[in-house]
C-alpha cells in the first residue's frame, strides 16, 4: 500500500483535502487533460466538509441535550433517558468520525463553538423558553461535553457504559 492509499485510510478528511491540492496542482500544469480538474478536485473537497458538517451536527445535539438537561429541571423527569440515549449516541458518532479522521480534531474548538451557538437556539425551540434562558458562553468545556461520566446526574456511576 502507498501512502496516499495509507492516507486514505488513516484519515479521510485529511486525504481529501491533500487529493483536492494535487488535482488543482496537475489540473495547472497539464491544461490539455480532458479531466474538469477544478470540479473534481472541489467534489473531493466538499466530502471532507461533508465529515466535517456531520461532527458539527453531531455536537450540535449533543450540546442541545447538555443545555436542557442543566438548564430545564423541569423537564430532566419526563426526557431522563431520551436524552441520555441521544447524548450516548452523539459521543459514538463523533469518536467514530474521529477514528476515520483524526485530523478533525484540530478542528473541534471552532466547531464547538459554532455547534453551541446553534444548540442554545435548538434548545430553546425544544424546551419552549426564551434563548436568554441558556447562556450565552457556555458552562462546560468541549472535554466535558465528550466526557462520558458528564454531567454526573445524567450519567451516574451505574448508569455508564
Sequence with gaps: MDRTSAAYDEDFYAWTQTQAQEFRRAGAERDNAPIDWENVAEEIESMGRGQR????NR???LL?????WQHCPELRERCANGWRRTVREQWKQVACEFDDSP??????GDLFVI???DAREYAAD???????????DPTFTLDDALDPAFPPDLFPPELRG
Excluded: G, M, N, W
Excluded at 485530523?103 to 473541534?108: G, I
Design 103 to 108: 485530523s478533525l480534531r484540530r478542528q473541534l
Design 64 to 68: 442541545t441535550h447538555l443545555l436542557k
Design 59 to 61: 455536537l450540535c445535539v
Design 115 to 117: 455547534a453551541y451557538a
Design 126 to 136: 425544544e424546551a419552549d423558553v426564551a434563548i436568554a434562558h441558556f447562556p450565552s
Design 53 to 56: 458538517s456531520d461532527v458539527r
